[in-house]
């Protein structure tokens, strides 16, 4: 016969939508409620992996980390494999298994559990009382109920987890093919310029080639990776924000130029140059108009030039690059090339190339598109190149 013992009503209707009393009476749930004990715990250890449990934990207020150590990581490191709210049950396998803790609880914040001891329940089997015994199979069975939902839930994560590694390990193999190819190509164009012997050209034919080819290749990897352009940095969001802000930092650095080639000057002693150099390093007979021209030619590449080495390329590195500073280091590699393509030339323009594109690619990863990349490449770019003369 069960016992009179009453629950309280915020309680009792609490324990109506748990699982584990399902299909249980009014005075079944008041004689369970009478054996809870109520524990108040804060960012603690409510159990531990391989320790005997003694208890079912059923979630009153608060939220608990289920946690399982990895032996073949050092010092048997936790990982989380689940977060448990209000009304869910734990703990339970130590009944129905009769084995040790196949993982930790951890309390995250202030969290109120009722706990249900193992051995009380283990007594109502071998109960006189029917009602007692009853009970006792009415709980197993809903616990196995519930342990039934919980590897449906897990079995449907699972899945879901695995195809979402499987269309990202295709995207990292479509990217690597596209870094690999982007490599082979500046590789391709900087052996190629060494035995034609046209490095010295300040814009010669083989760099818009080499952003055409290269931008037409892109394009069609992007297609294979499946994610969205605006993933490249091809959308205007924020796009006013973002061009004031590429404006504002790039001010700074116009002035360091016109420093760095002031000190240059000094320290060299070159009194015959100026400080500022309109279209001086072209050749003598070119007019201002070619300059002019030159100038036009230089901004309509720098887009996809950027788009290239900052949208795709750097991109590309971040999601390959599984290392703790993987956008330092997708920004350093990115401007290795960025840089490389432009030692044809001088190698000052060079260096001058991979300091500002540290700066680019880090302005790339603060904005996440490339308008106010490009807007700063096309100031800088001029200021550098056609109106301070930043070559030796």
Not at 305 to 322: A, D, K, P, Y
Request: glycine residues 6%.
């Amino acid at each position: 016969m069960l016992t009179d013992d009453k629950c309280s009503p915020e309680k009792l209707n609490f324990l109506k939508t748990t699982r584990i009393f399902d299909n249980l009476s009014e005075a079944q749930m008041n004689f369970l409620c009478s054996a809870l004990e109520e524990i108040s715990i804060t960012d603690g250890t409510i159990m531990q992996e391989n320790t005997i449990g003694d208890r079912i934990y059923i979630i009153y207020s608060g939220q608990v980390e289920i946690t399982k150590e990895n032996p073949k990581l050092p010092q048997q490191q936790e990982f989380q494999i689940a977060t448990l709210t209000k009304g869910e049950i734990f703990g339970d396998m130590a009944l129905l298994g009769k084995s040790k803790r196949s993982a930790s609880a951890q309390a995250h914040g202030e969290t109120q559990l009722l706990a249900l001891p193992i051995r009380f329940l283990q007594n109502l089997r071998t109960d006189p009382d029917d009602q007692r015994k009853k009970t006792y199979y009415m709980v197993i069975e809903n616990l196995a109920k519930n342990l039934a939902y919980r590897m449906r839930t897990t079995n449907t994560e699972a899945i879901t987890a695995i195809n979402n590694k499987l269309m990202h390990e295709k995207a990292r193999v479509a990217t690597g093919i596209l870094i690999t190819a982007l490599m082979s190509i500046i590789a391709l164009y900087t052996v190629t310029l060494s035995f034609l012997k046209t490095g010295q050209t300040f814009i010669g034919i083989g760099t818009p080639i080499f952003l055409i080819v290269s931008g037409i290749l892109v394009f069609i990897a992007i297609k294979k990776t499946r994610y969205p352009r605006t993933m490249f940095g091809l959308n205007l969001n924020n796009w006013r924000r973002n061009v004031i802000e590429a404006i504002l930092f790039t001010l700074p650095i116009l002035a360091l130029v016109i420093f760095v080639k002031w000190m240059y000057l000094i320290s060299m002693g070159e009194s015959h140059r100026h400080l500022f150099e309109f279209f001086s390093q072209l050749p003598p007979h070119f007019s201002r108009t070619h300059g002019i021209l030159y100038i036009c030619i230089y901004l309509l590449f720098i887009p996809l030039q950027e788009f290239i080495i900052r949208g795709v390329l750097q991109t590309c590195l971040e999601e390959l690059l599984s290392a703790k500073y993987k956008t330092m280091w997708a920004i350093l590699l990115s401007n290795l090339l960025f840089a490389a393509s432009h030692m044809h030339t001088y190698a000052v323009l060079g260096l001058a190339s991979f300091l500002a594109g540290l700066f680019w690619g880090w302005l790339y990863a603060r904005q996440r598109s490339l308008v106010g990349v490009i807007i700063s490449h096309w100031i800088l770019g001029v200021w550098a190149i056609f109106v301070v003369n930043i070559n030796p």
